[in-house]
């Protein structure tokens, strides 16, 4: 029987060892697994091996339901495959209680339930902002960065000076066919 952690950030710029402090104080004989990739993807390679790894008598222990995943559905799944195998998931701000377990799974509902919801209500309030701002000629969109306005400039320069195609210019340097065109577009250039 082994126990196992795992820790995940949705970005490399968050700190994932202050997960890993804090649940390595408890939790003394556990192997770490560490992520930094958001929630929402489900393509997430760590994850994913840890869920193989585990067999009959494991445990794998998370600090909350959120390192799980951002996706109710997606969650319970991980939870019913865990409890299939035998594998408790403990989660600690929860108070360490295993999730797998009938309580366990009502709570987790509950509260998976309320981080998608809140997620949920993020994202439309940041629709209705950026719908507010449009109204009133505030908003801009995205901003290129100076970085892709001159890899942009530099594929124009090998399309116009060098016969670059349009693909083999964005590959040259270094940005995508997308960001050429929109630039190609937002600046009304004739090629």
Do not use: W
Request: aromatic share 4%.
């Amino acid at each position: 029987m082994s126990k196992y952690i795992y820790a995940r950030t949705s970005t490399t710029d968050q700190n994932v060892d202050q997960q890993v402090d804090k649940l390595t104080e408890k939790h003394i004989d556990a192997t770490v697994f560490r992520e930094q990739v958001s929630g929402k993807s489900t393509d997430r390679p760590v994850f994913n091996k840890l869920k193989e790894k585990v067999t009959t008598g494991d445990s794998i222990v998370v600090l909350s339901v959120s390192r799980l995943g951002r996706n109710t559905v997606q969650v319970l799944k991980f939870i019913e495959l865990m409890k299939e195998k035998s594998v408790a998931v403990i989660v600690e701000d929860l108070g360490g209680i295993d999730v797998t377990s009938s309580m366990g799974k009502l709570v987790l509902t509950t509260l998976a339930a309320v981080a998608e919801m809140q997620r949920d209500e993020i994202l439309e309030k940041q629709r209705i902002g950026i719908d507010r701002a449009k109204a009133e000629g505030k908003y801009k969109g995205k901003q290129k960065s100076n970085k892709t306005i001159k890899a942009c400039e530099e594929a124009i320069n090998l399309i116009t000076k060098m016969d670059y195609s349009k693909m083999k210019a964005a590959k040259a340097t270094g940005i995508s066919i997308a960001t050429l065109y929109r630039y190609i577009n937002s600046e009304s250039i004739e090629l």
